[in-house]
Every structure is written in C-alpha cells, then in structure tokens.
C-alpha cells in the first residue's frame, strides 16, 4: 500500500515536443505529491508538487495532473528542451512524514 | 541562500568497517530526513527526525545503521560493519517545519564498500 508506480522507465522525445510521466499509488492518506528531477551525481531537485484538492498545478513548462478518483498523477513537460534530459522520480507523502518515491523514468530529448 | 550540504561526498571503506555520514541541513530547518538510492532506482526512506528525536525510524534496515541528531541541526548517519550491499548513495533531506511538505536534497554521499 506504500508503492507509488512509475512509467514509464524511460522516454526519448524530440526538441520542442511533450513529455509525459505517469504514476499510480494506492495509500488514500497521501496528500502531498511532489515531482523531483535529478542530474548525474547530483540529489534529487524538488520541480512541482501538488495537494489532492486540487486536479491541475502548472509553473512553467510544467504540469501535473491529478485524478483523485483513479489514484493517478502525472507530470507533464512541454516544449521539451535537451536541459531537461535527466531522471523523474514521482513521490507521495502524508502529514510531512517520509517520501515514498517511484522508481524513475529516465528522460532524453533529443535535439 | 545555502542548501544541504553533506560530506563526505565520496566514501570509499573495506566490508566490515564502520562509517559515519554527516548532514548540514538549511538553517532553521526543524525536519531532516535521511534516505538511501542504489544505482537505478529511486530513494528509499531511514529515518526523519524532528528536532533532536527520530518521529520514524522505520526505514533502518537493521540495528548496524544508527542516526544522531544532538542538538536539532546537523546529523550523522552511522553504519556498523560495513557490507558490500551498503554500497549506495545515501541522501539527506530537510524541510522547514510542521507547516510545510516540502523536502530540500543535498548531493548525497556515495559510499562504497569493498
């Protein structure tokens, strides 16, 4: 019940198109979603995050959506830049505790 | 202003010996986490304290890993007899307080058991 899904493992998208990471939990408790970025060597850095009372959060080139009622969440990248290669971790938390993190979908744009 | 900073950033140790990693958190930060990522995949939570006291040590895989946080601020992270299967990045988090969900990463210290 802890496991939050990630897909997909990896992506390749060209210059300037829409990149889009899926993730799936089953803990209602959750009410923090976050998306981190993390570049080689680097700790992962928070990039957007979103409550459940809210189905859309935008800042930026970046969305998330949010379906409460199917237990999905999903980050959306547009315009997509060769910057943004790095990996995506999906996590979820509840009242501060710790990170649940998916597993991580490896991103290239290609340019 | 600065971030998490932690160090050493690389740790390289014999299996059976014991290490200790340390974590600065952002000042003034009440919580700090501390988390473990293998190659591939994503961080995996140890423990989170608030203040001096550890809330959650749930994720501590067994008793050779041990976490201090003395005086509310900085925190070492502790492993005894050191296994090959430590081997991993380990990450520290802080976040501001009750208020707020947000977690701040340092770079990590990548430890390395041979």
């Known amino acids: 019940q802890q496991q939050v899904k990630q897909s997909p493992q990896s992506l390749i998208v060209q210059k300037g198109g829409i990149s889009i990471i899926n993730c799936a939990y089953e803990?209602?408790?959750?009410?923090?979603f976050p998306w981190y970025q993390q570049f080689p060597g680097k700790g992962p850095a928070l990039l957007i995050a979103?409550?459940?009372?809210?189905s859309e959060k935008k800042e930026g080139r970046f969305t998330i959506s949010f379906n409460k009622s199917a237990k999905q969440f999903s980050l959306h990248i547009m315009d997509s830049q060769p910057g943004d290669s790095a990996t995506y971790f999906c996590?979820?938390?509840?009242?501060?505790?710790?990170?649940?993190f998916g597993a991580g979908t490896i991103l290239r744009v290609k340019s | 202003g600065a971030g998490v900073s932690q160090t050493p950033s690389n740790k390289v140790t014999e299996k059976g010996k014991y290490v200790e990693l340390r974590c600065d958190p952002i000042?003034?930060?009440?919580?700090l986490y501390w988390y473990r990522q293998s190659l591939g995949q994503g961080p995996e939570f140890l423990i989170y304290?608030?203040?001096?006291?550890?809330?959650?040590d749930s994720g501590l895989p067994n008793d050779r890993f041990f976490a201090v946080r003395p005086e509310g601020s900085v925190s070492t992270l502790k492993i005894q007899r050191t296994e090959r299967g430590d081997s991993a990045v380990y990450l520290c988090?802080?976040?501001?307080?009750?208020?707020?969900?947000?977690?701040?990463f340092g770079p990590g210290t990548r430890l390395t058991v041979l």
């Open positions: 996590a979820a938390s509840y009242y501060g505790n710790k990170l649940v």
């Open positions: 979103i409550r459940p009372d809210v």
């Open positions: 000042s003034g930060h009440t919580a």
């Open positions: 304290f608030q203040g001096t006291g550890a809330a959650d």
């Open positions: 988090a802080s976040r501001p307080g009750p208020s707020y969900n947000e977690q701040f």
């Open positions: 803990n209602t408790a959750f009410d923090y």
